[in-house]
């Protein structure tokens, strides 16, 4: 009877803890500069940039592009000059580009190598492309606008829909960069249903971008566990604070309405970051 009982207990635990579900340890490495640019290093030592405005307002080193290093990929999640600023310079580097074909075709215009800008790296909304064998990069929809300055006077060049990035680590987390938007219910299905998002970095300053309200209503619709603020500080009127996105967070939970909607109450570790910091996910 004792041995069946074990046996028994043995099958419960099996079944209540699949191989799938045991806690990976945390093996990602996310460098925040300020703003919404993020050095990402995986396990195998792939290196991804988003977003590159290296020596920006709220990044303590002004040198930092200089150290930057080896950079596989430089994702771009639209063409204004705060997520384009190094990209070229990176281009230049060798890194190849990521970003919606006509933000390629436009960063082509302004020196972004061409062999590194191709069909390979370059997709659009709802497609998704392999960094290597260790690496998956969906565009998801940002709500928001995209032109390339050109820095000359002249009109922007047109550079397509702006979007946001998935990136699949494998064997490692599941990181969502929201580019610049606001909250919109298809993230629900299109991010949150689709995906296991373990970290979202989520802009929150406002005037440009959702706020911390429309930041908290993100989250909740990714479901994400853990928020990493961003684009906010960077100018005055990016005022939005990891504070209001807590208490915002928190107001959700005990919102009637928002639970009416079936909304699940969210459960969101705010990971706040300094300008310079490094994490491991
Ligand atoms: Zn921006």
Known sequence: MLRYLAVLSLAVTSLALPASAAKRQPNTKVTWYGHATFRIETPKGLVLV???????????????????????????????????VDAVALGKAGASLVGVFELCNALQAT????????????????GTIALGDEVKVTFVPAFHGSGVD??????????????????EVKDGPTIYHTGDTDAFEDMRDRIGDRFHVDVMLACIGGHFTMDPQGAALAATYVKAKAIVPMHFGTFPVLNGTPDELRAALKARKSSARANARGLPPPSIEVVEMKPGETRTF
């Not at 050109?150 to 990136?167: E, W």
């Open 50 to 84: 988003v977003d590159p405005w290296f020596g920006n307002p709220k990044d303590p080193d002004k040198d930092a592009l200089g150290k930057i290093g080896k950079v596989d990929y430089v994702l771009v999640s639209h063409g204004h000059f705060d997520h384009v």
């Open 150 to 167: 050109r820095g000359d006077g002249t009109l922007p060049v047109y550079a397509g829909s702006p979007v946001g990035f998935v990136i």
């Open 111 to 126: 020196g972004f190598p061409k062999d590194q800008a191709s069909m390979a790296t370059c997709g659009n909304v709802g």
